[in-house]
Structure formats: structure tokens, C-alpha cells
């Protein structure tokens, strides 16, 4: 058989056909493909990202509550400016419990902070150690929220015959902070 130049184009274009259908027609879309996976694949993960987000809304809600349930915890251990005065007297109860001689108590201008007021009273006091101690222990378990600061304690030889000369009294200097909620007068 032989071929003539008929049969000869009809091969050469039988055999072109596929070959310029892979180059214009093929490759391009399986270029188009690859790039159609590939922001799928960006797509789902930002999916994802956005599902653990939205699953940590819920978490962050339970935060935002505790968080508030904290607030209000602390809130209620702030007395309002009047309560300050009783709290002024269980403060100095304890230490007359615990044996303390209170020398002065100077206060101090009140210091706004935010949402509540701070009264800062110069104290000096005197006793024994172990009074001193039950006091801060007394303060400490106070319902309401006090700071001590600025503390400096000196031992002196108690002046006493007998066993009592064996004693040492402490000599406390300090800043008690009471904390209280601000009244109307003194947010202005």
C-alpha cells in the first residue's frame, strides 16, 4: 500500500490533533485544576480555622462569665465610703485583741483608682511579735480587702522586772490601704 500525499496530511493532522488539544486545550485546564485545588485546600483551612474559632466562642463566653463572677466578688468585698468607718473599728478591735498599743494613725488623702477608692491610714503600733502576728492574721481574714505596705518593724527590750524583762516589744510602722467604693462626691 502505498501513501500518497492525501494519506500523508490526514496522518501528519491525525497526529497534530492531539498533540496542539494537549498544549491549548489539556494543559491549561489542568493548570486551572491545580489552581482550583489549591484554593480549595486555602478555603478548608480557613473553614477550619474559623470552626475552632467559633468553637472557642463558647469558651470565651464561660471566660467573659467567670471573669465577671470575679468582679462582683471583689466588688463585694468593697465597702461603700460609709461602711469604711465600721471597718476602721474591726481593724482596731483585732489589734486591741491582740495586745497592740496603737501610737497613731494618721490618714492620708484618698486615692481614686479605677472603679473604687483607696484610703491610705499611716499607722504605729507596738506589742509583742506573736500579737502582731495574730493581727495581720486578723486583717487578713477581714471580709473585706485591706493592704498593708511601707512596713518597717524595729525590736526593742521591753522595760519590765522579771520574766517580763525578757520580753521584746515590736515597734510597727505601716500604710494600711482600705479599698471602698467611691460615692458620688468623690468621683468629682
Known amino acids: 500500500m502505498r501513501m500518497g500525499p492525501r494519506e500523508i496530511i490526514f496522518l501528519v493532522v491525525l497526529l497534530v490533533v ?27 483551612a ?6 475552632e474559632v467559633t468553637g472557642q466562642i463558647e469558651d470565651l463566653g464561660m471566660a467573659i462569665d467567670h471573669g465577671r463572677a470575679a468582679i462582683n466578688l471583689v ?9 469604711v468607718e465600721v471597718m476602721l473599728e474591726d481593724v482596731w478591735k483585732h489589734a486591741a485583741e491582740a495586745r497592740l ?7 492620708e488623702k484618698s486615692v ?6 483607696e484610703q491610705p491610714l ?15 492574721i486578723a486583717l487578713e481574714n477581714l471580709p473585706r480587702i485591706t493592704r498593708i505596705h511601707e512596713m518597717t518593724l524595729d525590736q526593742t527590750p521591753s ?11 515590736m515597734k510597727a ?13 468623690d468621683t468629682q
Open 159 to 169: 522595760r519590765g522586772s522579771g520574766r517580763d524583762s525578757e520580753r521584746q516589744v
Open 122 to 136: 499611716r499607722v504605729s503600733m507596738a506589742g509583742e511579735f506573736k500579737g502582731f502576728y495574730d493581727f495581720l
Open 75 to 83: 466588688e463585694a468585698k468593697l465597702p461603700s465610703a460609709r461602711d
Open 101 to 107: 498599743n496603737v501610737k497613731s494613725v494618721k490618714s
Open 46 to 51: 480557613k473553614l477550619d480555622k474559623l470552626r
Open 18 to 44: 492531539p498533540v496542539a488539544s494537549y498544549f491549548y486545550v489539556f494543559k491549561p485546564r489542568n493548570q486551572e485544576i491545580k489552581q482550583a485545588q489549591v484554593e480549595v485546600e486555602n478555603k478548608q
Open 112 to 117: 481614686p483608682l479605677a472603679g473604687y477608692m
Open 173 to 185: 510602722d505601716f500604710v494600711l490601704s482600705i479599698y471602698f467604693e467611691p460615692t458620688a462626691e
